[in-house]
């Protein structure tokens, strides 16, 4: 069962659900929220808090596992709405001044930045909070506990409240229903041997739910980590496979859309269930960072 303390709020990004969650805890005067979402899915936030009796003027914290734009896009709205925006440290500079992040994404999204993400403020100053790896965030009654957890980024945290994880984008990608993951791997800073030793430092703790921002909560905790554990080994492999071959960045996005589209016949996953994977996880986005790691670590 699920931490009852914990309320999944599906952002309903792309018109499609179980993609992106953010997720709210209540406790007195505190309207916690980790993850903001993107800027695209604010209405859909703003009905998820409805529903609950909140508005976003209500939300007091927004933890932000990583500055990604689906996880941290509408931060800097919230922001301005009175929220205290909690983020790692070598993120907080590019909330405060988000131009090279918006440029980066533009690059690859071009006309469909507006469409997938919306707008993307810069957070207020003086509402940035840095906490360190392992520096408890005390919210009224609520303690967090962020970790620094990179392998899908430099900047990532992992947050422990009570006895779950928000495992941001290092926990996975997992779509309810079905007892299947993926690892998000987009460029520049994806790194196999970090992302396992985050995953072992996450198996340290005694938790009893993982909760993904893509997507939801589950709580067969050992089973997730070492399937993406094992997942990341199957990937790396394939990778060393496919390599020898010296492929272009065309082929190599083709070789991996075709291993993708095999797992998810093996796995018997609907359509609409490969959609969420492919809009939570885009498969060319992975092939890119593969590529990258190739090049920057593994040739290096």
């Known amino acids: ?26 406790d007195g005067d505190a309207v916690v929220l980790v993850e903001a979402g993107p800027g695209s899915t604010l209405p859909s936030l703003e009905a998820g808090l409805a529903n609950e009796g909140f508005s976003t003027r209500n939300v007091t914290h927004v933890l932000l596992t990583h ?53 993307f403020l810069p957070v207020a100053q003086n509402q940035l909070k840095v906490p360190n790896d392992a520096e408890e965030i005390v919210i009224g009654n609520l303690r967090f506990l962020p ?4 392998g899908h980024a430099e900047h990532h945290y992992s947050y422990l409240f ?63 980590l070492k399937t993406l554990d094992e997942t990341l080994a199957a990937m790396e492999t394939w990778l060393e496979t496919v390599m020898e071959k010296d492929p272009s ?17 093996a796995k018997n996953l609907t359509d609409d269930v490969v959609r969420a994977y492919s809009l939570s996880n885009p498969v060319g986005m992975s092939a890119d960072g593969l590529m990258r790691y190739w090049k920057k670590v593994r040739q290096a």
């Open 249 to 265: 960045m065309d082929e190599l996005r083709q070789a991996f859309t075709l291993w993708m589209e095999e797992e998810s016949r």
């Open 162 to 224: 009570e006895d779950t994880c928000f495992s941001g984008d290092v926990g996975g990608v997992r779509i309810p229903g079905f007892a299947y993951l993926r690892a998000p791997m987009p460029p520049p800073e994806l790194h196999f041997g970090r992302w396992r030793e985050s995953i072992a430092r996450l198996r340290g703790f005694k938790l009893s739910h993982i909760a993904p921002t893509h997507f939801g909560m589950f709580d067969d905790v050992d089973w997730h």
């Open 147 to 150: 970790l620094h957890t990179p």
């Open 1 to 26: 069962m699920a931490n009852p303390r914990i309320i999944t709020l599906d952002l309903n990004f792309q018109n499609k659900t179980q993609a992106i969650a953010s997720h709210l805890i209540c």
């Open 67 to 119: 500055i990604h734009l689906d996880h941290a896009g509408a931060a800097g709205w919230l922001s301005r709405q009175g929220a205290e925006i909690y983020v790692h440290p070598i993120g907080a500079p590019h909330l405060l001044n988000p131009e090279k992040l918006i440029a980066s994404a533009t690059r690859i999204y071009g006309d469909r930045m507006d469409t997938l993400w919306g707008e």
